[in-house]
């Protein structure tokens, strides 16, 4: 099986594993006990919160464990909107391309008083300062833009989207969903220039099931797990130690390996990109900032759910997108925002390389695609260098 899903779920990485497998009968006990096998879980909860913080540009204090990207998404914007509201504010502004943990979320909390302000990216994708500039003022609460795009990888300055609104909407809290970006880029200057940010374990080569908020000390946000006095009061629940040390882990490899992953990986995915574009596929981002992992592409003229029935019995796994939404025939609402749905809007795959991608599952994969393509009668028209700009 040729795996070019890694934005969906990566393999658990072999430290991971070694790290954390001797602790499974060992380290069960809870975290909140006062005995010492619950000091010793204890510890190793702290010791992960100390790296995780650390690696990722925060304090400590300022790192709450989550049941992962999701979780962490909805309390961010929930949170912040609920608190908001109670100070007069009670404005979103958010990207039309958010993940659904993040859209769904402020379509929620800002019901149906029309609170919500939808942030348009470009026609490649990138969501840009000067568009949300144009949605900011007084009454914003939140802004929600995230690191990476998802489906189509394609990566947002966070930093000067931040000046942007640190400029125009004082009293908005920032959060980013930096669940793509988390395995490939240096986030600290991210963090620093944020009140809020979400980054996953399972994405990262950790479990699924773990991740972060990191909350900046000044920012108040609502709890939205109740019902104990874990995390500083802030997330109820008992902690899953393992599973954040085992993100611990993870990020501590990311950051270790990533300059050379960035480069092997991005170079395999332009060497692949080459290969589809020869099989007449259009690349649908180009001129922007994209993951190095990301090959998101459009066959025209073929459906998405054929191309993955044919892949996936071939033995090539990719997705349609969020991979939450896979299986789903209508078009993602990132593609649809691309505006581009007459190039682009059918015939889309995503796939996604890692850390662990070959040069010999390339090769697979563009010759697995070859056969689909050609048993369903191959793509139906495609511009000469297969890019749409
Ligand atoms: N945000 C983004 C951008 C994601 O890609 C995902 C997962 O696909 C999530 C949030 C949700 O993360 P989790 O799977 O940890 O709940």
């Given at each position: 099986m040729a795996y070019f899903d890694h934005a969906a779920a990566t393999p658990v990485r072999l430290e991971v594993l070694e790290a954390v497998a001797p602790l499974l009968t060992t380290a069960y006990a809870n975290p909140s006990a006062g005995h010492g096998?619950?000091?010793?879980?204890?510890?190793?909860?702290?010791?992960?919160?100390?790296?995780?913080?650390?690696?990722?540009?925060?304090?400590?204090?300022?790192?709450?464990?989550?049941?992962?990207?999701t979780e962490s998404d909805n309390w961010a914007v929930a949170g912040t909107l609920e608190r908001g509201r109670r100070e007069g504010r009670g404005r979103a502004v958010v990207s039309s391309i958010e993940h659904k943990a993040v859209l769904e979320a402020a379509e929620r909390a800002t019901g149906r008083s029309g609170e919500l302000s939808l942030v348009e990216p470009n026609e490649y994708g990138e969501v840009t300062a000067e568009a949300v500039a144009q949605h900011l003022g007084d009454d914003v609460a939140l802004v929600s833009i995230m690191t990476a795009n998802n489906e189509i990888g394609v990566m947002n300055d966070l930093v000067d989207i931040a000046r942007a609104v640190r400029r125009n909407a004082a009293h908005a809290v920032i959060h980013s969903d930096a669940v793509q970006s988390a395995p490939w880029c240096d986030l600290q200057e991210v963090t620093r220039a944020v009140d809020l940010?979400?980054?996953?374990?399972?994405?990262?080569?950790g479990l699924k099931g773990t991740g972060v908020l990191i909350v900046k000390e000044a920012v108040r946000l609502d709890p939205l797990v109740v019902g104990g006095a874990q995390e500083l009061g802030r997330r109820a629940g008992t902690q899953d130690c393992l599973g954040a040390m085992a993100m611990a882990v993870a990020l501590r490899c990311a950051v270790r390996d990533r300059d050379l992953d960035v480069a092997r990986v991005s170079g395999l995915r332009d060497g692949f990109l080459s290969g589809l574009v020869a099989l007449g596929a259009v690349v649908t981002a180009s001129g922007?900032?994209?993951?190095?992992?990301?090959?998101?592409?459009?066959?025209?003229?073929?459906l998405?759910?054929?191309?993955?029935?044919?892949?996936?019995?071939?033995?090539?796994?990719?997705?349609?997108?969020?991979?939450?939404?896979?299986?789903?025939?209508?078009?993602?609402?990132?593609?649809?925002?691309?505006?581009?749905?007459?190039?682009?809007?059918?015939?889309?795959?995503?796939?996604?390389?890692?850390?662990?991608?070959?040069?010999?599952?390339?090769?697979?994969?563009?010759?697995?695609i070859r056969r689909v393509l050609d048993l369903l009668g191959g793509v139906r028209s495609t511009s000469a260098t297969g890019l749409l700009d």
């Open positions: 096998q619950g000091r010793e879980a204890r510890a190793i909860l702290d010791d992960a919160r100390e790296e995780i913080a650390h690696l990722l540009g925060a304090l400590p204090g300022e790192l709450i464990f989550t049941s992962g990207g940010l979400t980054v996953s374990s399972h994405k990262l080569g922007v900032r994209v993951l190095p992992g990301h090959a998101h592409v459009s066959f025209p003229g073929l998405t759910d054929e191309l993955l029935v044919g892949f996936d019995r071939a033995g090539l796994a990719a997705s349609a997108g969020a991979s939450c939404a896979s299986g789903a025939t209508e078009l993602s609402h990132v593609v649809t925002a691309l505006k581009r749905e007459e190039a682009v809007g059918k015939g889309i795959v995503r796939f996604s390389l890692g850390r662990t991608t070959t040069q010999t599952d390339v090769a697979d994969a563009l010759e697995i």
